[in-house]
């Protein structure tokens, strides 16, 4: 795999790790009764995970 090809595969991989998490923030900020209906995991009563080693290098998706 070329160099371009695997930075291309890292950024899109970025992307979609980013848009995901801004998903998951926009869900969680809604009213726990709009996110029970829409079935969002536990209805809520979940918050943000922690990652203890969220490195760039370690994550495969």
């Given at each position: 795999m070329s160099v371009q090809a695997t930075v291309s595969n890292y950024l899109r991989r970025r992307i979609a790790l980013w848009e995901?998490?801004?998903?998951?923030?926009?869900?969680?900020?809604?009213?726990?009764?709009?996110?029970?209906?829409?079935?969002?995991?536990?209805?809520?009563?979940r918050r943000a995970r922690v990652h203890s080693k969220d490195s760039l290098w370690e994550r495969r998706w």
């Open positions: 995901r998490r801004r998903t998951d923030r926009f869900i969680r900020n809604l009213p726990l009764e709009i996110q029970k209906d829409i079935g969002w995991p536990d209805g809520g009563t």
